[in-house]
């Protein structure tokens, strides 16, 4: 019932910024936090950005002021701007939400992630 839909990947030179966007279908915006994670050939999954049902963000501290979470209730989409991008931003991207109406703040942890989308490939070049 629950789709996450990712769009906006692609290839760029390092300085350059890219939207991700994620459009959520079948799923309630109060149900607990969104976010995203990415994973790098060969490594584990990673936390990007999140932001709760409170509102508070929460960024890894390898995107900080980079990065910009931001929801958009009326599309239902989330979106990822990133900018000035570097090699080390290249992975698969993938959105997430939780289905925890008692979660508050942020989701940090791939264990806390209740669905996921397929994933969109960003590759950085130097």
């Known amino acids: 019932q629950v789709q996450l839909v990712e769009s906006g990947g692609g290839s760029l030179q390092a300085g350059g910024s890219l939207r991700l966007s994620c459009t959520a279908s079948?799923?309630?915006?109060?149900?607990?936090?969104m976010g995203w994670f990415r994973q790098a050939p060969g490594k584990d999954r990673e936390f990007v950005s999140s932001?709760?049902?409170?509102?508070?963000?929460s960024y890894a501290d390898s995107v900080k002021g980079r990065f910009t979470i931001s929801l958009d209730n009326a599309k239902n989409t989330m979106y990822l701007q990133m900018n000035s991008l570097k090699p080390e931003d290249t992975a698969i991207y993938y959105c997430?939400?939780?289905?925890?109406?008692?979660?508050?703040?942020?989701?940090?942890?791939?264990?806390?992630?209740?669905?996921w989308g397929q994933g969109t490939q960003v590759t950085v070049s130097s």
């Open positions: 932001r709760g049902n409170d509102g508070t963000t």
């Open positions: 997430a939400a939780q289905n925890r109406r008692s979660w508050s703040g942020s989701c940090t942890m791939v264990a806390w992630i209740d669905y």
């Open positions: 079948g799923y309630t915006y109060n149900s607990g936090c």
